[in-house]
C-alpha cells in the first residue's frame, strides 16, 4: 500500500512509522492534554510535508467536545493556517466519511482539508487528526449553554436560514448526515451582528455524540449520547430547526431542566411548544419552525420543503398525531403516569417494582382498559416469553423490563441494565465497555437472545435500514458464543462497528484501522524490543478476520490448536500472507521475532542434521524482513512428510534390531537349553556335511572302477 493510499481524503500526506496510541477518556473523564500540549512549548507535530500541528497552541473555541484543537500552518500549497483536531481514542470518529466530508466546496461549512494518523508526540501516543481550514470568529454559543439569544427574524434569515440551506442541500445531494448542527457549533466573527455564519465539523466523534437531548429528536435524545447511531436528514431537519427557535426566541423555557426533564417536556408537549414557549412568533418564520419541529420525521420538512418557502410559496405543516395519552394515570415508583413513553423511561429506577406490575396484572389493565389496547394480553405474554428465553435466572428481571419498554414506547432506544442504545449505535457503546474493561455479558446477552430483532419488530416504519441491521446481527450472534480466537464478543465488535480500531492490548498505543495498520504496529513494537509472546490475542485475529477473512481463516485452526508449535505457524503464515497480498515492504523486526519464537517448530523435526539447516537457512533469512520466504522455507509441503517417513523407518528398523536382541536375550537366559540345543544344531549340521563327504567319495570310487 502506497502512503497516500493509508490517508483518507486524498492529500498527499507521508504518515509516519505507527508509534503508539493510548486511551482517550470520556466527556467526564479527567484529561491533562492541555498541560502535557503547554509542556511542550513551541515543539510541533508534522502531519506531512506540508501541514504542521503547533502542540503549544491551543485553540478551545475549536474544540468538539472533549476533542482539542490546535492551531496548525501550512506551506506551499497548503499556505494557510487550520485547526487539528486531535481525536480521542475512546471516541471513534467518523473517519470513512472524510472523503465525502472534503468534497464539500460550500462557504458556509467548514472545510477539511485532510486527515490521518500521525504521532501525536505531547503525548507520546498516535492519534487520528482531522485538519479543518481556520474559519472566522467563535462559536455564537459556548458548549452547554442554552441561554436565549432573541436575533431578529430578518438577520437569522440572511445570516443563518440561506447559508444553512445550502448546505443541509449539499448534504441531501450526497446522502450525508452531520449529525452536530447547533448554536455551538456555528461560528461568527461577531455575534451580535452576524453576516456570515459557517457550520462547523462533525467528524471527530460518533455522529451526535456532542449534541444535547435539546437538538435531538425525543427518540434519539432518549439514547446515551455514545449509542445514537447514525441518524437520518430528517434528524439534521430537526436540529437546524431548533437552532433558529434558540436564535430566535428571547425566553428560554427549559432553563434548569436536566436532559431527562428536556425529552419528557417534549413527549408531554411536543417538541415546538417545548422549545419555544411563551416566544409568539409571527409571519413566515412561524411556518418554517413548525414544519422543522414535528416531532414524526415522516411528516416534518425535508429540504425540498424548506427551499419550496424560500421560494415563496407558503406550506402549511403538517400537523403531527399527539402521542396517546392514558385515560386513567398509573401508579409506579411512588409517581402517576399517563405517557406510556415516560413511564418506559422510567421503569429501570426500579426493575423489581416493574416487575411487580406484570406479575398482578396491573399493567395489562392499565394498557387495555385506559389506552384502550385490545390485544393488551397478547402483548404482555409475548414480552414475558421472549424475556423468559434464557431462564428465569439472572438478567431475566433485566431483559423483561427492557421488553415492557419496547411495548411501551417502540421508537424508543433499547434500554438494557441502565444502558440506552439504538441498534446501529450499540458498536460505539460495545468498543467503549471493552476499552474500559467493563462487563460485557449485557451485550453477550442482547446479541444471543434476539433483543434487537424483538426491537425492530416493533418499529412501524421509518428510514431504518431493517435488512442491514438483521444481517449484521444475525452474524455476531453466529459467532458470540463462540470460544475459539478469532470468535466471540470480540469479533462482534468489528462486526457492529465497521470503523472500530483494534482494540487489543497489544496495540493500546496505536491506531489501528486495517490489516497494514497491524503490520506496521508489529514492526515498530519489535524495533522497539518488546516483541509479544503472540502476536495475534483474540482482538487481532477477529479484527482480521472482519476486515479481511483470506487474510487469516485459512489458518485459525492453527492458530487455536494446542500445540505451540502450530501456533507460531499460524501466526507466521498469516501474517506473511498479509504482506503478498497487500503488496507490503519488508518487515525485518518482525521476522527477527518470528525467527526467535522457531524453537517448538524446530522440534517438530526429528532429524537432527536438518533442523540445524533450518536454523542456518531462518538466520539468513530473518533480516531480509520476507515473511512469506520464513514461511515456505519451515512449512515446505514435503519437508514434514520426508522427515516423517525417514523416521518412521528408522523406527522400523530399530523395531527389528530390538526383537532381535531380544530374542538372543532370551535364549542366553536359557543357558543349559541354549547350549544343548546349538551342540545338537551343530552336531547335525557336522553330521551331514560329514555324510555328504563320504558318499561323494564312495561315487567317485564307483564310477572309477
Same mark, same amino acid.
Given at each position: 500500500m502506497s502512503e497516500t493510499e493509508r490517508e483518507d481524503t486524498g492529500v498527499p500526506v507521508e504518515p509516519s512509522p505507527p508509534p503508539d496510541e493510548v486511551a482517550g477518556q470520556s466527556v467526564g473523564d479527567v484529561r491533562k492534554d492541555d498541560e502535557t500540549a503547554s509542556s511542550g512549548g513551541n515543539a510541533v507535530v508534522a502531519f506531512n510535508e506540508f501541514i504542521q500541528i503547533r502542540c503549544g497552541r491551543r485553540l478551545p473555541h475549536f474544540d468538539s467536545g472533549p476533542v482539542k484543537a490546535y492551531e496548525a500552518v501550512g506551506s506551499g500549497k497548503f499556505a494557510g493556517l487550520y485547526f487539528a483536531l486531535v481525536c480521542e481514542r475512546n471516541f471513534i470518529p467518523r473517519a470513512n466519511a472524510g472523503s465525502i466530508f472534503s468534497a464539500f466546496n460550500n462557504p458556509a461549512l467548514v472545510r477539511l482539508a485532510a486527515s490521518g494518523v500521525v504521532d501525536w508526540t505531547p503525548a507520546r501516543q498516535q492519534r487520528y487528526v482531522l485538519i479543518y481550514e481556520s474559519c472566522p470568529g467563535k462559536a455564537i454559543l459556548k458548549a452547554g449553554d442554552r441561554q436565549a439569544i432573541g436575533w431578529k427574524p430578518e438577520i437569522v434569515m440572511e445570516?443563518?436560514?440561506?447559508?444553512? =440551506?445550502?448546505?443541509?442541500?449539499? !448534504?441531501? $445531494?450526497? +446522502?450525508?448526515?452531520?449529525?452536530?448542527?447547533?448554536?455551538?457549533?456555528?461560528? #461568527?466573527?461577531?455575534?451580535?451582528?452576524?453576516?456570515?455564519?459557517?457550520?462547523?465539523?462533525?467528524?471527530?466523534?460518533?455522529?451526535?455524540?456532542?449534541? %444535547?437531548?435539546?437538538?435531538?429528536? =425525543?427518540?434519539?435524545? *432518549?439514547?446515551?449520547?455514545?449509542?445514537?447511531?447514525?441518524? @437520518?436528514?430528517?434528524?439534521?431537519?430537526?436540529? !437546524?430547526?431548533?437552532?433558529?427557535?434558540?436564535?430566535?426566541?428571547?425566553?428560554d423555557p427549559l432553563e434548569g431542566l436536566t436532559e431527562k426533564e428536556i425529552i419528557k417536556q417534549k413527549v408531554e408537549n411536543g417538541s415546538y411548544a417545548a422549545i419555544t414557549g411563551k416566544d409568539r412568533f409571527t409571519g413566515a418564520i412561524l411556518e418554517l419552525l413548525r414544519g422543522l419541529l414535528v416531532d414524526d420525521a415522516v411528516l416534518r420538512w425535508s429540504i425540498d420543503e424548506v427551499e419550496t418557502w424560500l421560494d415563496g410559496q407558503r406550506l402549511s405543516p403538517k400537523q403531527t398525531t399527539k402521542r396517546h395519552k392514558a385515560a386513567r394515570p398509573i401508579s409506579f415508583h411512588g409517581r402517576r403516569y399517563s405517557q406510556p413513553a415516560i413511564l418506559a423511561m422510567d421503569l429501570e429506577e426500579n426493575v423489581a417494582e416493574a416487575v411487580e406490575l406484570v406479575e398482578s396484572g396491573t399493567l395489562e389493565q392499565w394498557l387495555a382498559r385506559s389506552l384502550e389496547i385490545k390485544d393488551a394480553d397478547e402483548l404482555i405474554e409475548m414480552a414475558v416469553s421472549s424475556a423468559e428465553e434464557l431462564g428465569r435466572g439472572p438478567g431475566y428481571r $433485566?431483559?423483561?423490563?427492557? &421488553?415492557?419498554?419496547?411495548?411501551?414506547?417502540?421508537?424508543?432506544?433499547?434500554?438494557?441494565?441502565?444502558?440506552?442504545?439504538?441498534? +446501529?449505535?450499540?458498536?460505539?457503546?460495545?468498543?467503549?465497555?471493552? &476499552?474500559?474493561?467493563?462487563?460485557?455479558?449485557?451485550?453477550?446477552?442482547?446479541?444471543?437472545?434476539? %433483543? /434487537?430483532?424483538?426491537?425492530?419488530?416493533?418499529?412501524?416504519?421509518?428510514?431504518?435500514?431493517?435488512?442491514?441491521?438483521?444481517?449484521?446481527?444475525?452474524?455476531?450472534?453466529?459467532?458470540?458464543?463462540?470460544?475459539?480466537?478469532?470468535?466471540?464478543?470480540?469479533?462482534?465488535?468489528?462486526?457492529?462497528?465497521?470503523?472500530?480500531?483494534?482494540? #487489543?492490548?497489544?496495540?493500546?498505543?496505536?491506531?489501528?484501522?486495517?490489516?497494514?495498520?497491524?503490520?506496521?504496529? !508489529?514492526?515498530?513494537?519489535?524495533?522497539?524490543?518488546?516483541?509479544?509472546?503472540?502476536?495475534? +490475542?483474540?482482538?487481532?485475529?477477529? !479484527?482480521?478476520?472482519?476486515?479481511?477473512?483470506?487474510? /487469516?481463516?485459512?489458518?485459525?485452526?492453527?492458530?487455536?490448536?494446542?500445540?505451540?508449535?502450530?501456533? =507460531?505457524?499460524?501466526?507466521?503464515? @498469516?501474517?506473511? @500472507?498479509?504482506?503478498?497480498?497487500? &503488496? *507490503?515492504?519488508?518487515?525485518?523486526? /518482525?521476522?527477527?521475532?518470528?525467527?526467535?519464537?522457531? $524453537?517448538? =517448530?524446530?522440534?517438530r523435526f526429528h532429524d537432527r542434521e536438518l533442523r540445524q539447516s533450518l536454523r542456518q537457512k531462518i538466520d539468513r533469512l530473518k533480516d531480509q524482513g520476507d515473511l512469506s520466504k520464513i514461511a515456505n522455507t519451515i512449512d515446505e509441503g514435503a519437508l514434514f512428510p520426508q522427515d516423517f517417513r525417514a523416521f518412521r523407518n528408522a523406527m522400523i528398523e530399530y523395531k527389528d534390531l530390538r526383537a532381535e536382541k531380544e530374542k538372543l536375550a532370551r535364549k542366553l537366559a536359557e543357558s543349559g537349553e541354549f547350549g544343548r540345543s546349538t551342540g545338537h544344531q551343530v552336531a547335525a549340521l557336522f553330521s551331514g556335511i560329514l555324510g555328504g563327504i563320504i558318499i561323494v567319495l564312495f561315487a567317485i570310487m564307483v564310477f572309477a572302477r
Open positions: 445570516a443563518v436560514v440561506k447559508p444553512l =440551506v445550502s448546505v443541509l442541500r449539499d !448534504f441531501r $445531494d450526497k +446522502d450525508f448526515v452531520h449529525g452536530a448542527i447547533c448554536p455551538q457549533n456555528l461560528f #461568527s466573527a461577531s455575534r451580535n451582528a452576524p453576516e456570515r455564519i459557517i457550520l462547523g465539523e462533525c467528524l471527530a466523534g460518533p455522529p451526535s455524540f456532542w449534541q %444535547t437531548a435539546l437538538y435531538e429528536p =425525543v427518540e434519539r435524545a *432518549m439514547a446515551d449520547p455514545l449509542a445514537r447511531g447514525l441518524g @437520518t436528514r430528517a434528524d439534521d431537519m430537526y436540529a !437546524f430547526g431548533v437552532t433558529l427557535a434558540v436564535l430566535l426566541r428571547h425566553h $433485566d431483559r423483561l423490563v427492557c &421488553r415492557l419498554s419496547i411495548l411501551l414506547d417502540p421508537d424508543a432506544p433499547i434500554r438494557l441494565k441502565g444502558m440506552h442504545m439504538r441498534p +446501529d449505535g450499540v458498536g460505539n457503546m460495545l468498543a467503549e465497555a471493552i &476499552r474500559k474493561k467493563r462487563d460485557l455479558q449485557p451485550f453477550v446477552d442482547m446479541i444471543s437472545d434476539q %433483543t /434487537i430483532i424483538n426491537w425492530l419488530d416493533s418499529q412501524k416504519g421509518g428510514s431504518i435500514d431493517y435488512g442491514a441491521i438483521v444481517s449484521r446481527y444475525e452474524t455476531a450472534r453466529a459467532f458470540v458464543k463462540l470460544k475459539n480466537i478469532g470468535h466471540g464478543i470480540e469479533r462482534s465488535v468489528y462486526i457492529l462497528h465497521a470503523e472500530c480500531p483494534c482494540l #487489543s492490548e497489544k496495540l493500546e498505543n496505536y491506531y489501528v484501522r486495517t490489516p497494514e495498520d497491524i503490520m506496521y504496529a !508489529f514492526e515498530d513494537i519489535c524495533s522497539k524490543g518488546d516483541a509479544p509472546v503472540r502476536f495475534l +490475542d483474540r482482538h487481532v485475529a477477529a !479484527f482480521l478476520s472482519v476486515k479481511d477473512r483470506k487474510n /487469516i481463516d485459512p489458518y485459525l485452526v492453527e492458530i487455536n490448536a494446542e500445540e505451540r508449535y502450530r501456533q =507460531v505457524l499460524g501466526e507466521l503464515k @498469516t501474517l506473511a @500472507t498479509i504482506q503478498i497480498r497487500s &503488496r *507490503m515492504e519488508k518487515f525485518p523486526s /518482525i521476522a527477527r521475532a518470528l525467527a526467535s519464537s522457531l $524453537d517448538p =517448530v524446530y522440534e
